[in-house]
């Protein structure tokens, strides 16, 4: 049986998408983190990866 998850999300401004990454759950060495986190480069320094990170810290 596969002990691990992964979740995927993306962020969507007015329709389209602007960022996407994820977290895994290994439960078996009982690791979690983020992976993949990306913002397109024209929502760069507007705080959209800060809040998509701090959205996935959260979980």
Do not use: W
């Not at 993306?10 to 329709?15: A, D, K, L, R, T």
């Not at 290994?26 to 990170?53: C, I, W």
């Amino acid at each position: 049986m596969d002990q691990s998850a992964n979740q995927y999300y993306i962020v969507e401004i007015n329709g389209f998408m602007v960022g996407c990454g994820g977290i895994y759950f290994d439960e078996r060495n009982n690791e979690t983190g983020l992976s993949r986190g990306m913002v397109d480069a024209n929502y760069h320094g507007k705080g959209v990866g800060r809040l998509f990170a701090r959205f996935r810290l959260d979980l």
